[in-house]
């Protein structure tokens, strides 16, 4: 299969892109426009990208605000509040169907690749259970990445410790942690070594909720970050959400970037959640509640953008677009100029695949997997500008997914 008339990220012309049993076999810069024959699939000039990634989403929540009720104060306590009512009636079936709509609804949108946190703070891991027959059920459509979540924390948490190496030994791809829920400083920082114990151990990569809360005192970041160094992990650990760093001072901040950008981790920021949830304690001036993703980004260290919730108890909307999520965040983060714009999809294709880890697995090189997608623009600008859609979806070199634009007709 021969893409052609394609316009690659980062490099001038129009482009062929040839896909053999399954693998990319073939870039070949053009002249000129061509016109398709067989079964060629034309790009029209429009950008050819790896697809886009999903890099922080919580599959066993989705699809359940309003069920039994909705969450009327919009805060975090009210949704964990909601939560519990929902939590009562879930079934394995329930939480399958809910996990492979979402994920339809993020293959519409180009993503093919997806990492979910799924809670295991809870004696029958029930969810988890689910979320690996998801895995393997719904991997014609993305590639799956289950990290194991203790939403109620490892530590303090009646036998969390057993229930995250239960999770790991089941299957679960990453491990996961919450430490500035933990009832105390130090269980915090125990859940962080015990967590990155137990990954080193069984060669996991990590993605830890690490510090999600306005409170400029809760520092689990240098704890996770001083771990990583230590133990050569960094490239293998993410810090999500990381939300307190928006209040921490500069005096600090300067010296806990120093450490960052030696340990080697990489960020996941969820801001459409975060600028929801956080800041619910001030009155004005109000603090945006989000990480500092652009100083992260000049730094030279590894950062992308997830949605962390559709149509749960904590956040009401999102239909899986990612480009959605891009589009608050540049805004949130300050990240307008034209520099960023044009490179704006970095934040959710090469940085989050960076962050899951992908390696070859993803890209557009010779060899790598045939994953691609045509997006309805021409640059990372138009892109972003135009909220442009996935216009077809290519899977192990076989077509996935095809929209036909919109057209619109004046009278
Ligand atoms: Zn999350």
């Not at 609804?105 to 988890?128: F, N, W, Y």
């Not at 790598?368 to 442009?388: F, H, K, T």
């Amino acid at each position: 299969m021969n893409i052609i008339n394609a316009t690659l990220r980062k490099r001038q012309g129009l482009f062929t892109v040839t896909c053999d049993g399954g693998r990319i076999s073939a870039i070949t810069a053009q002249p000129d426009l061509l016109l398709a024959k067989d079964d060629d699939i034309d790009a029209a000039g429009q950008l050819l990208i790896a697809p886009l990634v999903e890099p922080h989403i919580h599959l066993d929540a989705t699809l359940t605000a309003g069920d039994p009720q909705w969450n009327m104060s919009g805060t975090l306590f009210e949704g964990i509040e909601r939560w519990g009512q929902r939590k009562a009636t879930i079934t394995h079936e329930d939480t399958k169907a809910r996990a492979h709509t979402t994920i339809r609804m993020l293959a519409e949108h180009g993503i093919q690749h997806v990492r979910t946190h799924i809670d295991v703070t809870d004696p029958t891991l029930g969810a988890l259970k689910a979320m690996l027959e998801v895995r393997e059920e719904a991997r014609h459509l993305v590639d799956l990445q289950i990290v194991a979540f203790p939403q109620e924390g490892i530590e303090s948490y009646d036998n969390g410790r057993a229930l995250m190496e239960q999770a790991i030994e089941l299957g679960a791809d990453v491990v996961g942690g919450i430490p500035h829920f933990e009832n105390t400083r130090e269980q915090g920082v125990s859940s962080i070594k015990f967590l990155m114990d137990l990954a080193e151990r069984r060669g996991c990569l990590v993605d830890v909720h690490c510090d999600e809360t306005d409170d400029p005192h809760s520092r689990f970041l240098e704890v996770l970050a001083e771990e990583a160094r230590v133990r050569g992990m960094g490239s293998r650990v993410t810090a999500s959400h990381t939300t307190a760093m928006g209040s921490y001072d500069n005096a600090y901040c300067s010296k806990l970037f120093r450490l960052l950008k030696h340990s080697g981790i990489n960020f996941v920021s969820c801001p459409t959640e975060s600028i929801h949830l956080q800041g619910r304690f001030d009155t004005f001036p109000k603090r945006r509640g989000v990480t500092r993703v652009a100083e992260i980004d000049r730094a030279g260290m590894n950062v992308c953008f997830g949605q962390d919730s559709i149509k749960d108890p904590w956040y009401p909307l999102g239909n899986g677009n990612i480009l959605r999520v891009l589009d608050a965040g540049l805004h949130i983060c300050h990240m307008m100029g034209f520099e960023d714009l044009a490179r704006s999809l970095d934040l959710v294709t090469d940085n989050s695949a960076r962050t899951l880890n992908l390696g070859e697995r993803y890209g557009i090189e010779v060899g790598r997997p045939a994953n691609l997608v045509i997006l309805d623009a021409e640059s990372d600008y138009e892109a972003v500008r135009r909220q442009a859609k996935a216009r077809v979806s290519i899977r192990g070199g076989q077509v996935l997914m095809t929209r036909v634009p919109e057209r619109v007709e004046f009278a």
